[in-house]
């Protein structure tokens, strides 16, 4: 199985989406690290009581070097035997080092349906524009913010009194389905997808 790295910096739901994936004997991946900027991230707690191999690499030692930061991440990534990434609401923005270092092998997901709504608050946003379809996006990253190759969106409804929280609620769930879907597809492309709901969920897209 292929060994995937997770990047995290905060609650990890999408982390943890992609550990029980990684559960199904017929899931293509394995985690080999969860890596978070916050030493306090709830999601390194998860990762380590799952048995996962966990580490916590402070930015904030690093002043303004993002690339020093990030090479010690490559490092980490690499030391793990990691062979993809995912972020998994990791909030920083990556340098061209770690950008070009991981390229094509390198997923996020956002949680709107890009290329509307980049960047931070994206379910008030959608809220505020009046779209009445939101959802997420699983996307390889390049250089630009959120605007990689989109590689599976997920669509919601917005529906009537939805606050962002409802809405952001309801986007959630999806994430949890479609960033496991998603990395399926792209370390295996020809396989069947057995297990999970990734293919059904797939089919929706
Ligand atoms: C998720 O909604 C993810 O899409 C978003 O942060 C949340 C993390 O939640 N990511 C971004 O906004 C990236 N720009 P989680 O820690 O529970 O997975």
């Known amino acids: 199985r292929i060994p995937v790295a997770v990047l995290i910096s905060g609650r990890g739901s999408n982390m943890t989406a992609l550990i029980e994936a990684c559960r199904e004997e017929s899931f293509p991946a394995r985690i080999a690290l969860v890596l978070s900027n916050e030493p306090a991230a709830a999601g390194l707690a998860t990762a380590a009581s799952a048995g996962l191999r966990t580490a916590s690499l402070d930015h904030r030692p690093f002043g303004r070097d993002r690339e020093a930061h990030e090479r010690e991440i490559d490092a980490l990534l690499r030391e793990a035997g990691a062979q993809a990434v995912c972020l998994a609401g990791y909030m920083r923005r990556l340098t061209p080092f770690l950008v070009g270092a991981w390229s094509g092998r390198m997923l996020n997901i956002h949680p709107s349906l890009l290329p509307s709504f980049p960047g931070l608050h994206t379910h008030e946003r959608a809220l505020a524009a009046g779209v009445r379809i939101h959802g997420c996006t699983v996307h390889l990253v390049t250089e630009g913010v959120d605007e990689g190759p989109i590689l599976g969106q997920a669509a919601v409804p917005v529906l009537a009194g939805d606050d962002a929280a409802t809405l952001g ?7 949890h389905r479609l960033y496991p879907a998603v990395l399926a597809r792209h370390l295996r492309p020809d396989a069947e997808q057995a297990g ?5 969920a797939l089919r929706c897209f």
């Open 169 to 175: 609620a309801r986007v959630l769930a999806q994430e």
């Open 196 to 200: 999970s709901d990734g293919a059904a």
